[in-house]
């Protein structure tokens, strides 16, 4: 039994039929861009999100990247301005920040929640810090009631990184709706995927869902006249509507990713291996399921050898890259053991009982 990371193909194949009667919409409707089925997924998102507005756009990096540059058109930030940021995110949260030639400011994050740590995120505070960017790893919704006290006593904005936690909640509020703007990615192996490349910015801040609208569309609020000197990033049609689809059944997803996950956390009974931490269901919608581990590569060659699949996520931190030359003798230390010792198991919707009994089993073996 060969066991994929992630099965997309059958994961889609489950609305095969639904998920064509959407695209044929489109090729007949003779309408791709910018049309009914972006306002309509729009609308399902932010009611999803319970946010007042949603913003489709290309991808989840320029969700980020168009949130970060409309507070820049708006005088809410200039160049310089730094950003909280944690050290052991997925690459696009940094880029974001400095495509926008704003400063991160790299803090190491909790290391039982592979999260931005609230206190560590409040010391990394200084007169030029204007955002703290959260990134909610792995699907799991960061302590955000903490982080939103903290950036309200110091006036600083919060911008959420939910490409991973679509529909993770924290006292009944989702991701996405705890910051000042959230980016979601729908990128097809995101828990909401597309067929494409696709992205949304969710927020309450009517100004600020203007101003990305117009900068992800030449910088245009009507036709023909530009306000910013914008780029072209728009959610198209044919993904909206698609999405439109898989959104409907994203909730019994995350269950059945839920599922999986308790059966490990069950079933995986090594000293070798740490478990994530999940102490309130709605939290987690395990985009990802990270286990630790010293002997990390090892474990990984061994597993492939059962015809298990598995990834690592992520194996060099950002300061490391050489896109970031500048910080590569910058030493953080629990980062980088996470990026040492972290891999991540197959998770997904349509994997069977039988599946995560054999991993457990070559886990424990092992
Ligand atoms: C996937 C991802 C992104 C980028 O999304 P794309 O749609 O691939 O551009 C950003 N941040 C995190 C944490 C992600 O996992």
């Known amino acids: 039994m060969t066991i994929p990371f992630l099965d997309l193909k059958a994961i889609n194949a489950a609305y095969r039929d639904e998920l064509i009667e959407a695209a044929t919409r489109v090729i007949d409707s003779g309408w791709y861009i910018q049309g009914q089925e972006v306002a309509a997924f729009e609308k399902e998102f932010a009611a999803y999100c319970v946010t007042r507005y949603c913003i ?21 930030l200039k160049e310089g301005d730094e950003v909280i940021v944690p050290a052991n995110t997925y690459i696009a949260t940094i880029l974001a920040i400095t495509e926008n030639r704003l400063t991160p400011v790299l803090v190491e994050p909790d290391i039982d929640t592979y999260n931005l740590s609230p206190e560590l995120a409040e010391k990394a505070i200084t007169l030029r810090t204007k955002v703290i960017l959260p990134v909610h790893l792995y699907g799991r919704l960061v302590e955000m009631p903490k982080i939103m006290e ?24 989702k991701a996405g709706n705890w910051g000042h703007a959230a980016g979601f990615s729908f990128y097809p192996g995101k828990n909401l995927g597309a067929l494409g490349d696709a992205g949304a910015v969710t927020t309450n801040d009517e ?3 203007q101003t990305i609208r117009a900068l992800g569309n030449y910088g245009s ?27 409907q059944h994203l909730d019994q997803e995350t269950a059945a990713r ?15 291996i740490t478990l994530p931490k999940w102490e309130r269901e709605e939290q987690h919608v395990f985009h990802l399921f990270v286990v630790r581990c010293s002997r990390r590569d090892e474990l990984q060659a061994y597993l492939l050898e ?11 931190p950002p300061h490391k890259q050489q896109a970031y030359s500048d910080w590569n003798l910058k030493v953080f230390q629990r980062s980088e053991m996470i990026h040492h010792m972290s891999l991540s198991l197959p998770i997904g919707p349509g994997m069977g009982e039988a599946e995560i009994e054999k991993i457990a089993e070559l886990l424990n073996a092992f």
Not at 152 to 172: F, I, M, P, T, Y
Not at 229 to 236: A, F, H, T
Not at 306 to 316: A, E, R, S
């Open 56 to 76: 489709g756009v290309g991808n989840g990096l320029d969700a980020l990247i168009l949130t970060l540059r409309a507070w820049k058109e708006l005088g809410r």
């Open 150 to 173: 903290i950036a309200d006593r110091h006036g600083l904005l919060v911008l959420e990184d939910a490409a991973q936690a679509h529909g993770a909640s924290l006292q009944g509020k």
């Open 207 to 209: 100004k600020l869902a």
């Open 221 to 247: 609020q009507k036709k023909y006249e530009n306000l910013y000197q914008g780029v072209n990033s728009r959610l198209d049609e044919m993904q909206a509507a698609l999405l439109r689809v898989k959104l």
């Open 258 to 272: 839920r599922i999986v996950a308790k059966k490990y956390l069950e079933g995986i009974k090594n000293p070798l």
């Open 306 to 316: 059962q015809g298990v699949h598995t990834l690592i996520h992520y194996p060099i």
